[in-house]
Each structure stands twice: as structure tokens, then as C-alpha cells.
């Protein structure tokens, strides 16, 4: 079975609807995506052991990425808007995937974020770009979830 490529993967962003039944659109402005989905350990050792011993701790989640500035799409104004806001309009539901839809062996997770970083960048002999990064929030009691081989 051949391997995954990043250029089918997906990022899309909710424009309308509800956290359970969304409609997205696809980000497609962007170059290279970093999903980071990190668990901390928490030290539980004790003397009873002389090896250390760790529980599952809290999740460390996030997306960074980079988008060619251009306001008319509909995607970096979702995007814009966002980071310009507070409370719920700051708020933005994305779901990152490493398939297209329809495919069963889609692998990916669906969560609120907020924008917490919206740098750019004016090269002297390229396209100037935003440098983004989404981190997790809470929004009516949701959070994230998984996203495993979800047809259209």
C-alpha cells in the first residue's frame, strides 16, 4: 500500500452550521501544515519502584501553517476574522485530515481553535504570507473529536 503525500491531505474550516453538523470549506492557500497532537507525562513514581513511572497527562494540540495573504478568499477571511475577534467570533472549527473526503482510511481530528497567530511575512522576491497558528478552545461544550474514515 503506497504511502500518504501532504498534497492530498486536507484543512478545512467551517463556514456555516454547527459543530456537529458543519459545513467546511477547503483551505487551499497554503503550503506545508504542522499538526502537532503531543500527550505530556505525569511523573507518578514513587519508592516503591527504582524505575519512574508515568500516567497520561493533558494534550498539547495545534496547527501552524502559512497562507498567501489574498482577501477575497473566503477561507483567509474566515481566518482574519477570527484573529480580529473576541469570545465566540474568535472562535473557528477546522478539521485537519490526511485524506480526501470519502476515503475509508481517512485519519484526522475535527476542533474549535482560535487564531493565535497571524504574523507576516513581505519578501522582497515572493509572495507575502501570513504565518498562522490555531490553537484549541471550547465552544457550547465541545472541544474536538476524531475524524476516522468519515465519507461525504
Known sequence: ??????????????????????????VKKIGDLTVSDDKTAVDSSTRQSDTKLYEA?????GFGFKMLSDANDPAYIIIRNA???????AKVLVQVTDGE?????????????I????????????????DIEL??????GDVYEYVTGVPD
Open 57 to 61: 497527562g493533558m494534550f498539547e494540540r
Open 83 to 89: 484573529y480580529r475577534a473576541r469570545g465566540d467570533d
Open 101 to 113: 473526503d470519502g476515503d475509508t482510511a481517512r485519519d484526522g481530528i475535527k476542533m474549535w481553535c
Open 1 to 26: 500500500m503506497p504511502g500518504k503525500v501532504g498534497i492530498d491531505c486536507l484543512l478545512e474550516i467551517m463556514s456555516a452550521g454547527t459543530f456537529d453538523s458543519p459545513t467546511f470549506i477547503d
Open 135 to 140: 490553537k484549541p478552545t471550547e465552544k457550547d
Open 115 to 130: 487564531v493565535t497567530k497571524f504574523g507576516q511575512e513581505q519578501p522582497l522576491d515572493g509572495r507575502v504570507a501570513r
